[in-house]
């Protein structure tokens, strides 16, 4: 079964809906986004974290997600991957109360649903290996 084509991205919904957004992370896998040297393969990262307490382990969980899912968006070609893909966007939306809170509420529901359109419209079909 070839999960990327242009048939499949109901499934991508479904499990982006059941998994509560984590399927991005599996169509990282199949996308090869993953970066071997990046921060969240070192493995003394995460448990630093998690020992100093569980707030910073939760951070850190929530930034990989971001930043896988915005990796998976810009290699599907969705627009304006100059912008999301700079983390001072992210920090200026995080330290502006309220109004910056917002924005990246809308900004992370903007990669998910561009992430599912682009599947929609084919633009994963260029990575399935025969």
Known sequence: M???KRNNWFLWLLI???SAGCGNLALAALLDVYDENAWYNKWY???LAFCFLFFPFAIMVLVFFLQITC???AKL???GSEIYLTPYIWLLMVIVPFI???CM???TLYLEISILVALATGAG???ISN
Do not use: D, H, S
């Open 16 to 18: 982006n809906i059941l």
């Open 100 to 102: 910056g809170w917002f």
């Open 77 to 79: 070609g969705v627009m």
């Open 125 to 127: 079909e260029k990575y």
């Open 71 to 73: 990796q998976v968006a």
């Open 2 to 4: 070839k999960i990327l």
């Open 105 to 107: 509420l809308l900004a």
């Open 45 to 47: 990262y995460w448990l």
